[in-house]
């Protein structure tokens, strides 16, 4: 560890940043290729420069780690900008060379796994829940204990990041769909999805709205936002629950999922549905008070509230005999296995990051539900953390199992199979099918 000097750069790695499930934005995802710029400052005789290779993956180009840092963080704009003075306060009281690239959020997935095993990657980086499976079984992530304060975060978000029995990040907030309700359109809220769809083309039939639910399908996105009606249903995607996932236990071909799936097909019949609807119409319709209802994340609330509608986020509610529980999302604090001061990185996430004021300022810099209970009951008067958190409260964490990426094409397909007319029992059947041939 050095301690002569302190070299605390800032490293601009721009790209194109959409979210899936769990992300920061929306639920498109597109990335486009740019070189990194580099706006570093530094002090005392911290001149050592780098000659490493760049990392470069389909999305973006990451500059090298420095030669002269202990400790080099990949975060997005919003993340950096919120834990900059915690970095600069650890530095200093441990006298470090620290270094903040800017890695937007999307390409960090991809550039890690390319970049640590070579001594490029970060010690510390931010990223998706569901991205850990994947990083245990190619030993990309450290274990992080966080001991009694366990018991400070909210129980979905430490499932989302244990594998096995065992924690691999340090979660801060949580993400899900809910209903957006105009409340000028609809101004009680619906008991039950029914009575949701009652409304919703009542006012399409006398001419008030053109779309009834704006909930985006179109683009791979049907799995994710639907979700909540399926698992009303008893509908699930793997056996055996958070933890402890049954990959040959594939739950859209069981009872309960075909019954999610004749509902579905009733739905799109009925022209609720619609699976020509993608980001930007969901954004442009709900917006413009052109739909009464949405199903979305918190990414599309400042569309909504540019546009001037009145609207309440609520749960969603049930369509089948349970409730409707989303997929929750978690944003995670990862510690390299390839770091060279693994404990040092531990120790900043444990006493730096673990501490109400600096999940405050993740809040503040960027509100979404706060996984960290603590600092969830000190933001409860924000109506967008009270309605997710609301609707999030019985969801389980998106299935954090590299086994997930098999599922998402072909649950699509069906999808856009029953939209087209496809007996819906036949094009769940047939993508559980694919997916059980896949994981096996």
């Known amino acids: 560890m050095r301690t002569s000097r302190r070299l605390f750069g800032v490293i601009a790695a721009i790209a194109l940043v959409g979210a899936a499930c769990g992300s920061d934005d929306d639920s498109g995802s597109s ?56 970095i600069e306060q650890f530095a200093d009281e441990n006298g470090l060379n620290v270094q903040i690239t800017e890695v937007a959020y999307d390409p960090t997935r991809n550039a890690v796994t390319q970049s640590a095993p070579v001594g490029e990657g970060p010690d510390i980086f931010a990223g998706a829940h569901d ?15 966080l001991g009694a304060s366990a018991s400070d975060y909210l129980e979905p978000a430490l499932q989302g990041v244990t594998v096995d029995g065992t924690l691999y990040g340090l979660p801060y907030a949580v993400e899900n769909v809910a209903l957006i309700r105009n409340t000028d359109l609809v101004p009680e809220a619906p008991a039950t999805f029914e009575e949701l769809e009652e409304i919703a083309l009542g006012l399409v039939e006398d001419g008030t709205v053109e779309i009834p639910l704006a909930v985006e399908i179109a683009n791979g996105a049907a799995p994710y936002h639907l979700n909540p009606m399926y698992t009303s249903f008893g509908g699930y995607v793997f056996g055996g629950g958070a933890g402890n996932y049954d990959v040959s236990d594939i739950g859209l071909d069981s009872p309960e999922g075909l019954a999610a799936a004749d509902q579905f097909g009733a739905w799109f019949d009925s022209g609720l549905l619609s699976a020509d609807i993608d980001g930007d119409i ?37 369509a089948g005999g349970q409730e409707s529980a989303p997929f929750v999302g978690v944003q995670t604090f990862y510690v390299s296995a390839f770091s060279e001061n693994i404990a040092l990185a531990q120790t900043f996430l444990l006493d730096f990051v673990n501490t109400p004021e600096t999940m405050q300022a993740l809040y503040d810099a960027q509100p979404r539900t706060p996984a960290h209970l603590p600092t969830f009951d000190a933001v409860q008067g924000d109506p967008l953390v009270a309605g997710f958190g609301a609707a999030g409260v019985v969801g389980e964490p998106l299935p954090n199992i590299a086994q997930m990426g098999e599922v998402w094409g072909p649950w699509q397909d069906a999808y856009i199979l029953i939209s087209q007319g496809t007996d819906p029992e036949t094009a769940f059947t047939d993508a559980a099918n694919l997916i059980r041939d896949a994981v096996s």
């Open 282 to 318: 969901v954004r442009q319709a709900f917006s413009s008070g052109n739909a009464p209802f949405s199903i979305t994340g918190p990414w599309n609330i400042p569309d909504f509230d540019e546009g001037g509608v009145n609207y309440s986020i609520e749960p969603i509610p049930p």
């Open 131 to 145: 991205w850990v499976g994947e990083f245990v079984a190619s030993g990309i992530v450290e274990p992080l204990d």
């Open 31 to 86: 990335a486009e290729d740019t070189s990194a710029t580099t706006e570093a400052t530094e002090t005392t005789d911290a001149t050592d420069t780098t000659e490493a290779t760049e990392t470069t993956t389909e999305e973006t180009t990451i500059p090298p780690r420095s030669a002269d840092a202990d400790l080099v963080f990949w975060l997005d704009e919003t993340r950096a900008e919120a834990l900059r003075p915690v």
